[in-house]
Structure formats: C-alpha cells, structure tokens
C-alpha cells in the first residue's frame, strides 16, 4: 500500500482539523488504494496504551492486561471467530460486531471508497489539542447554543483555545463547528433538527428526552475501571418529564445517544420531500424527473428512492467504517485519554504516561480537577463509549453517507420553507428570528451532518478526527454507491440521467 503523505503527521494535519476542516482535508489527503484483505503492512493499528481496550481486564490504573491485548491482536489479524470468542471479556458488556469489519474487503464499492489517514499519536501536540476541546465540551455541556457570545465560560473557553492550531481562529460564532459550507450560518443547530416531520398521515413534533443540566459521568477512577473492565455502571442520566427540543450541546448528545443509525437522515429526507404526490419541486436539476413530460421518478430517483436510500447507503457506510476502526486503526476512546491525563495530573511525568504535557498544565482540566477531584474527561453517558474503537466515527460516517446522497437528490441552493427555532424554555417553537440568514436545504443538510458527527464529541466519546475523518469517509461511500445506483438503472443506462451533481463538503461541485 502507498505510504501516507508526510503532511497528514505534521502542523498541516492540525490546520486540516481547524478552521478549514473538511476542504483542507480533501486537498492534503492522498488518493488512496482500494481496501485489501488486514494485514500489518496495510494498518496502523495500535498496540499498548495508545489502543481501544474496553471490555477487557484492566488494573486499578486502568491499564489493559498485556495478555489479553496479545489475544486480541491475534483475533483481529486472523478473523477467526474462535478467536473472538477466547478474548477475556467477562462482564456485561460485549465488544460491538468487531465480525462486521471483515466484509468491507469483500464489497463491490470497496475499490471506490477512500481508506483514512494515520489516528494522531499518542503523545502528538495535535492529540493533545483534540482532548482540550473535549474538555472545555465538557464544561459548556448546559450552555444553550445560541448564548455563547455571551456567556463567560465560553468566552475563557475561546481564550485558551486559540492558544492551539486547531481552534486559533475560533470565535463564539464558530466554537465546536466544522466548515462545510453552510454550517456556519445562523443557529448551531439544524432546521432538520426542529422542523416537523411529516411521516405520512402522521405528523411528529421534534421535541425530544433531555437530561438534568450538570449530570456527569467517569469522574472518578474506580469508575473508569469498572467500565473499561466491562461492567456496566451504577449511575443512571435523568430525564425531564416534559419532551424539549434541543437547545444545549448536552441536549444534542442525549439525541445521538439512543438514535437509530440513520434516523436523523430519514427525517430530513422527509421533510425535504414534503408533498410526496408533488416531488418535483424538490428535485435537483440534474434529476430527469424534475422536467419529465411525462412521468414522475418514485421507486427510481423519486421519493421512495431517497427514504430506501438511507438505510441502504448507511449499511455500507458503517462496514467501511467499521473495517477502518477494528482493522486498520483501533484508536483508543476520549475516556482513555482521559485516564492518562489524570495520571499525569496526580504527579506521573507526561513522557513516562505517553502523552502531551501540554494538556495536563491545561486551564480546562485544571477546572475539571477542581469540580471533580480528578481530571478524568466527564463524559456524559453512564456507560461512557461503546464497547468499539474511536476512529472514525460511525455516526459521522453515516451523516456523511446520507447527508451526500440528499444533496445529490435535492436542489441544494433551494431555501427552507418556514423555517423554524425553539422558545427559549424548550418547549415550543417559532418562527426563525428573521435577522438570521435563510436557512437552504444544502447548508442545512451540511449542519445536520455536522450537529450528528460532533455531538458525539460533545458527549465525549469522539475525537475531532473521528467526526472529520468519519464524514469524509461516508462522503466516499455515498460517490461510489450514486455511481453504482446510476450504472445500474434504466435512465442511466439510456443516457437519460447523465448524473448527480452535488456541492462535497469541502466546498467543491462534484459529478457522479
């Protein structure tokens, strides 16, 4: 396999993440060879303290038995399922379909699919910068969105954070969003977010389960250790009684933590839909639907397609993504970063634990510490991460699926029809204030895309990587599945559809 350009492991990798993100990520990253059957030569896969390691027995310091980190290894090099099933899990929760990462090789699309860049390293400054953001995510978790130009712990926030290559330019304008286009404009959150869904005869109101504000988790050792050993935690999030919708980073988390798969997606494709007995309003212009004569596209490129599209496009994202996280890289979990800055915290030299010092001499921990007692990551899930690698997201890959599939389907540049914010008490909505930009599908689309991808790492669970590097992967995924989709109809087989165009998230047209 070609070897990674030399940039994707330097300053420019942290440039990449920041401000510019998705666009710098396309123009930096290498073509990449087509997937290929797991071998060392072909992964990155990390070993030792820098590896994922949860369900495993892990001592009082929460450091993986070296034993069990050996069988694991052997497991995932052979992919045998005698070798899955000898792994020392011993408590309640399993490892997550580690199987499914061995069916990407096989997959038609495979050859078309990127594959991802190298995680950052352990001890890497840019790792070190990604943990920060989690951190000041932690403490901003019950800030609503749209108070951050006001709030002074986000305004200490921005202080130390452009500090980094990675948030030098933020401002509370753009504090934990990425750059597609469109996702910087108005609200942080997505109208796909809070617009109703009309599923059929059925309309749904999107206000959604919301936990206490202050409600942390993982904050002190002998919980870590009781988590990474498998076992699932006391604690328990409580709800409000009343249904809200989102306002907070906390709120957005608790929506990707019990989301199925594609949810999110599904509901926006029927919101764009809208009429279903009327599409063609909704249609891109390079749909040939859109200016039939005399037909209407429904289980070809209409509204049936676009609903079907989301799950069938979401399942080949997730055996892509799930081959790059057990087979090729097998990133460790924010919550293990987070032990390793406690240890550092508590007197451990940072070289000796294998990380930054940078992030331990932090002001965000060192007001995690002081709320806390530890400078554990809080996390915002009783069980902390699911029991699979960080890198890349599985939500984010998904996002960048869909949200591509959308976008090539439905006339980006159109604007949202009454748009839409919650009240200030969560429990109602009203018009968008009209001082905001108007919301267009395109951007509204890139900011549900980004909403998913990164409130997971505002739960944190995520790196920065995982969000960026999990969209551009689905992105991917989408091309190659429109291309295969196109090939194998009738309109495109008679030159009918000539085929999709669409912006990428890096700014770019792209044909398919």
């Given at each position: 396999m070609k070897q990674q350009d030399d940039t994707l492991n330097s300053p420019n990798r942290r440039k990449l993440l920041a401000g510019a993100t998705l666009a710098s990520a396309a123009a930096l990253a290498p073509s990449?060879?087509?997937?290929?059957?797991?071998?060392?030569?072909?992964?990155?896969?990390?070993?030792?303290?820098?590896?994922?390691?949860?369900?495993?027995?892990?001592?009082?310091?929460?450091?993986a038995d070296a034993n069990a980190m050996k069988q694991f290894e052997?497991?995932?090099?052979?992919?045998?399922?005698?070798?899955?099933?000898?792994?020392?899990?011993?408590?309640?929760?399993?490892?997550?379909?580690?199987?499914?990462?061995?069916?990407?090789?096989?997959?038609?699309?495979a050859k078309d699919v990127i594959e991802l860049p190298p995680f950052p390293k352990l001890d890497s400054l840019e790792l070190a910068e990604q943990a920060l953001e989690l951190y000041w995510m932690a403490l901003l978790r019950d800030v609503p969105l749209w108070?951050?130009?006001?709030?002074?712990?986000?305004?200490?926030?921005?202080?130390?954070?452009?500090?980094?290559?990675?948030?030098?330019?933020?401002?509370?304008?753009?504090?934990?969003?990425?750059?597609?286009?469109?996702?910087?404009?108005?609200?942080?959150?997505?109208?796909?977010?809070?617009?109703?869904?009309p599923y059929g005869a059925h309309i749904t109101y999107q206000k959604y389960r919301t936990i206490h504000r202050g409600v942390?988790?993982?904050?002190?050792?002998?919980?870590?250790?009781?988590?990474?050993?498998?076992?699932?935690?006391?604690?328990?999030?409580?709800?409000?009684?009343?249904?809200?919708?989102?306002?907070?980073?906390?709120?957005?988390?608790?929506?990707?933590h019990w989301d199925f798969s594609y949810q999110a997606f599904i509901d926006a494709a029927a919101i764009v839909i809208g009429n279903p007995h009327r599409p063609r309003e909704a249609l891109a212009r390079t749909n040939p639907y859109k200016t039939s004569r005399s037909m209407n596209g429904f289980v070809s490129f209409g509204?049936?397609?676009?609903?079907?599209?989301?799950?069938?496009?979401?399942?080949?994202?997730?055996?892509?993504?799930?081959?790059?996280?057990?087979?090729?890289?097998?990133?460790?979990?924010p919550e293990a970063y987070g032990v390793l800055v406690d240890r550092v915290a508590r007197g451990e030299r940072a070289q000796s634990v294998g990380i930054h010092p940078m992030i331990a001499q932090s002001e965000a921990v060192k007001r995690v510490r002081e709320k806390y007692g530890s400078a554990l990551l809080p996390q915002a899930y009783p069980e902390a991460s699911p029991a699979h690698p960080a890198y890349p997201s599985g939500h984010a890959a998904i996002a960048g699926a869909c949200v591509t599939v959308l976008k090539a389907l439905?006339?980006?540049?159109?604007?949202?029809?009454?748009?839409?914010?919650?009240?200030?008490?969560?429990?109602?909505?009203?018009?968008?204030?009209?001082?905001?930009?108007?919301?267009?599908?395109?951007?509204?689309?890139?900011?549900?895309?980004?909403?998913?991808?990164?409130?997971?790492?505002?739960?944190?669970?995520?790196?920065?990587?995982?969000?960026?590097e999990g969209l551009r992967l689905?992105?991917?995924?989408?091309?190659?599945?429109?291309?295969?989709?196109?090939?194998?109809?009738?309109?495109?087989k008679q030159g009918w559809l000539q085929g999709f165009e669409l912006t990428d998230f890096a700014g770019k047209t792209v044909g398919v």
């Open positions: 990449r060879a087509p997937a290929q059957a797991t071998t060392k030569s072909n992964t990155t896969r990390a070993m030792g303290a820098d590896a994922f390691s949860k369900t495993l027995p892990h001592d009082a310091n929460g450091v052997s497991a995932t090099e052979s992919g045998r399922i005698a070798e899955w099933e000898a792994i020392p899990v011993k408590n309640e929760i399993r490892l997550v379909n580690p199987l499914a990462a061995y069916a990407w090789t096989n997959d038609p699309l108070d951050y130009s006001r709030n002074s712990l986000v305004r200490d926030a921005i202080l130390e954070l452009r500090k980094t290559t990675l948030n030098a330019q933020a401002t509370p304008e753009t504090l934990f969003r990425l750059a597609s286009p469109g996702e910087r404009s108005g609200h942080y959150l997505s109208q796909y977010l809070w617009m109703t869904i942390e988790f993982v904050t002190q050792r002998n919980e870590y250790v009781r988590i990474a050993n498998g076992e699932w935690p006391a604690g328990i999030a409580n709800h409000y009684a009343d249904d809200l919708y989102l306002r907070t980073g906390r709120d957005l988390g608790e929506y990707v509204p049936a397609f676009a609903m079907n599209a989301m799950g069938a496009v979401s399942d080949c994202a997730m055996r892509a993504c799930w081959y790059e996280k057990w087979i090729r890289h097998r990133a460790l979990r439905f006339d980006e540049k159109r604007e949202i029809r009454f748009p839409i914010q919650p009240t200030r008490d969560g429990k109602d909505w009203e018009d968008l204030d009209r001082t905001l930009p108007r919301p267009t599908v395109g951007g509204e689309l890139n900011k549900l895309a980004a909403n998913i991808a990164v409130g997971r790492n505002i739960a944190g669970i995520h790196w920065r990587s995982d969000a960026v689905g992105e991917s995924v989408a091309l190659a599945w429109l291309k295969a989709e196109r090939m194998k109809s009738v309109e495109g």
